[in-house]
């Protein structure tokens, strides 16, 4: 592996905080859904990395399976924003209807 490990554990733990930081401070679900979207991509260089460090398949294969629950994520999750727009005028999620 060229990159050291540790690099990549910090980096994914980097991407980590600054997805969960978007998905608690922002008022926007577009924003917030970007945040876990951007979580679920951090949990796939990690997996990728330990994957090349062990060199077993394993951690690869999950991401295989990340990438289809944040692809199944995003398109109920826009849905569902949609429908909240149109029923409120909003996507603040602080606005009742």
């Known amino acids: 592996m060229i990159v050291p ?3 990549v554990l910090l980096l994914s733990a980097l991407l980590f905080l600054m997805g969960m930081f ?3 401070t922002r ?4 924003m917030i ?3 876990v979207e951007i979580m679920l991509n951090a949990a796939s260089v990690a997996f ?3 994957a090349l460090q062990w060199q077993q398949m394993e951690g690869q294969a999950m991401v295989i399976f990340i990438l289809a629950v944040a692809a199944t994520e ?3 999750g826009l849905a569902l924003i949609i429908a909240i727009y149109r029923r409120t005028g909003s996507i603040d999620p602080d606005v009742q209807a």
């Open 74 to 76: 995003v398109s109920v």
């Open 5 to 7: 490990f540790q690099h």
């Open 27 to 30: 008022r926007n679900l577009i």
């Open 22 to 24: 978007c998905t608690l």
């Open 48 to 50: 990728i990395g330990a």
């Open 33 to 35: 859904l970007l945040g």
